[in-house]
């Protein structure tokens, strides 16, 4: 919009003269439409390449992180393919039919006169003497230009806030995925390993755990049986399966698992026929604190229990529930072959205790949360490549606005620059005269950028539907920070990439009459 309104409002004079010599104004439309037809046409094909090669093959890799994927073949969509190219070119052309169309209802003979400028106006801040009254006459100068040309204001604004949205969409879904693993394993699952029996326990004969007690007092703080079953849950919307966890001991079972709403306060172990249920699973399932539900394993054993709280949890679906509820419907007690350990200082770090239980008969597996954590952490470096590509797509968005703006700016303004230099302003002084009104839309932009960004975060995260994980959609502080600062980065780069133009204008060709 910005290019070819400028391109032909500077080339008023050729198109007068064209129509003055007889040339239609179909004839004279078909340059400038061509000329932006032709940009269209090969900006798509290259983007539609790039799009459908760069973008799922990332994506896909930030998959991986969640499932175990094979290999994956490219599509490439015709219809998607014409769809992007019907857009730039109603874009693009459609633009710059409106310029063309506004300039040629003018006569040859006022095309051929150069425009008039804008007049003055005052703005807004003049209205407020404290703050206009300390300003430099240069830097009032700057506040007029800024506020001077609406079109590229906003254009400038709105790109460059386009480019911070982006930014803060970037980090905020690192801030929000890279975490979960910590949060789960520091805030929700307090112990250290878990060890897998190969019967309940107690057994039959006690005797077949002697030497998996003794290893458990030698080496760990402390220790307690739970009983971990996959049933499937029925609420108002589907059924979804989820781990139901049993404590032997549910006085003591929050020092293992702390339960905890999405807000932060503390729940106590349900009591008789309750159960507390991860805050995910029961918005899936459609289920409220309150209801009613059922839980069924696969030999057909069910479980009616009430909602007495939504849990927080980031990993996997629960159901939290007492012995007590077990018995009741089922009329025995949960087979415990589950055992959580919260390892004694050292032990977990030199693996000896897992070594040890693993050599225990009855114990059929060992499950480190540090060896978790870190495997989890790992994977999610992948998530790096999704926010660097989110990083080039804002930066390459933030210096095509800018430096396209900026360029234009300067182009139009050649005449009042080559005059100040004449004045006898130096090279410092007239860059920082004209690149003021660029910082100050790159702020301005950014401020605009940071609540649409918290927005888009938002919004994509609504649509990464992964049911074995809960996310906790927020955006640091500090992302915040680092994406207005590299928006500024971005605009200062331009800065310097304009800087050899204003100083290689020639002062006595830009004085001359434009007669």
Request: charged share 20%; with cysteine.
């Amino acid at each position: 919009l910005t290019t070819m309104t400028r391109m032909v409002e500077e080339q008023r004079t050729q198109i007068g003269v064209l129509k003055a010599l007889g040339y239609s104004e179909a004839r004279i439309m078909g340059k400038y439409l061509f000329y932006a037809g032709s940009a269209a046409w090969i900006g798509s094909v290259i983007g539609f390449l790039i799009g459908s090669t760069i973008f799922p093959t990332v994506i896909w890799n930030a998959y991986k992180i969640m499932y175990h994927m094979g290999d994956y073949e490219l599509m490439f969509d015709p219809g998607l393919a014409a769809a992007s190219l019907a857009v730039a070119l109603l874009c693009s052309v459609g633009v710059t039919w409106l310029t063309c169309r506004y300039e040629l209802m003018s006569t040859a003979a006022n095309l051929i006169r150069p425009k008039s400028p804008k007049s003055g106006r005052r703005v807004w801040l003049e209205h407020i003497p404290l703050l206009w009254n300390h300003m430099s006459f240069l830097a009032k100068v700057s506040v007029r230009n800024v506020f001077r040309y609406k079109q590229r204001f906003f254009m400038m604004v709105i790109g460059i806030g386009g480019c911070t949205a982006l930014l803060v969409t970037g980090y905020g879904i690192k801030d929000t995925i890279a975490d979960i693993a910590d949060m789960q394993y520091e805030e929700v699952q307090l112990y250290d390993m878990s060890a897998t029996l190969k019967e309940g326990y107690p057994a039959a004969d006690a005797a077949d755990f002697s030497e998996l007690t003794e290893v458990l007092s030698e080496s760990s703080e402390d220790w307690m049986p739970f009983c971990e079953i996959a049933m499937d849950l029925t609420g108002r919307s589907g059924v979804k399966t989820a781990n139901v966890v049993i404590p032997q001991d549910t006085g003591a079972a929050q020092e293992y698992i702390r339960l905890r709403t999405e807000e932060g306060e503390d729940i106590p172990w349900p009591g008789e026929e309750e159960a507390v249920i991860s805050a995910k699973l029961a918005r899936k399932c459609g289920i409220r604190v309150g209801d009613t539900v059922t839980l069924r394993t696969e030999d057909g054993e069910k479980l009616k229990v009430k909602v007495a709280a939504l849990s927080r949890n980031y990993i996997y679906n629960y159901v939290y529930i007492s012995p007590e509820t077990w018995k009741l419907d089922n009329g025995s007690d949960p087979v415990y072959k589950s055992i959580y350990i919260h390892a004694s200082e050292g032990a977990q770090e030199n693996r000896e205790l897992s070594e040890k239980l693993l050599a225990c008969d009855v114990v059929s597996a060992v499950a480190v949360n540090a060896d978790m954590l870190s495997q989890i952490n790992k994977m999610m470096g992948s998530l790096d490549a999704v926010v660097l590509l989110v990083i080039l797509c804002a930066g390459a968005l933030a210096f095509i606005v800018i430096y396209n703006l900026t360029n234009i700016n300067i182009t139009e303004r050649e005449r009042e620059i080559a005059t100040i230099k004449v004045l006898g302003f130096y090279d410092s002084e007239t860059n920082r005269y004209v690149f003021r009104e660029n910082i100050i839309l790159t702020v301005l932009g950014a401020l605009v950028g940071l609540p649409m960004g918290k927005l888009l975060h938002a919004y994509v995260m609504g649509q990464i539907k992964i049911d074995l994980m809960c996310f906790d959609v927020r955006v640091a502080p500090l992302s915040y920070l680092i994406s207005a600062a590299l928006t500024l980065v971005f605009g200062l780069l331009v800065n310097l990439a304009l800087r050899r133009k204003i100083r290689t204008i020639d002062m006595s060709q830009a004085l001359k009459s434009i007669e």
